[in-house]
């Protein structure tokens, strides 16, 4: 009872503020083929790609003259998103790729999986890098943080019991 009075309450509020749902999140990335790849074998699946350009869209971005191919990545269950952005114009201008985990702004992205050894196996041929290592946390989850190929930040936990 108590957990549906929690969601009957986060829908009211989700209501009340005119908010459906998070779409996704976008991660400017240099090189899109590769980095869809890495998704693909952590099991999401490509939904789409398009070039975004035009007046239009810079003035959404505040990029101006833009040009920018994206992918669009969704979670087996199709509730979550990334989009991956590779931006031809104009140039990318900073990198906090290797920013430390305690850096301002963005800071991960966490995937729920099925068995985290055979995950990591399977992404290390994609280039993955253990940030440090995998811990179990009071014995609910076994997780730990990888950085992709192209550096992105990424977590990935594995509930136990």
């Known amino acids: 009872m108590r957990a549906n009075n929690r969601v009957n309450k986060t829908k009211e509020t989700m209501t009340k503020n005119n908010l459906l749902r998070m779409d996704n999140v976008g991660i400017v990335v240099a090189n899109l083929d590769e980095t869809i790849s890495f998704f693909q074998e952590l099991g999401l699946q490509l939904e789409g790609r398009a070039m975004i350009e035009g007046e239009w869209s810079g003035r959404v971005t505040g990029l101006k003259d833009q040009s920018v191919e994206i992918a669009m990545m969704v979670t087996p269950d199709g509730n979550s998103r990334l989009e991956l952005c590779k931006y031809i114009r104009p140039e990318v201008i900073e990198d906090h ?34 940030v440090e290592e995998v811990v179990n946390y009071q014995d609910i989850y076994r997780l730990c943080y990888i950085r992709s190929p192209e550096g992105i930040l990424i977590g990935i936990a594995e509930q136990l019991k």
């Open 97 to 130: 790729r290797n920013a430390p985990i305690n850096a301002l702004g963005y800071l991960r992205v966490m995937f729920a999986v099925a068995d985290i050894d055979n995950t990591l196996e399977r992404l290390y041929k994609h280039g993955a890098q253990l």
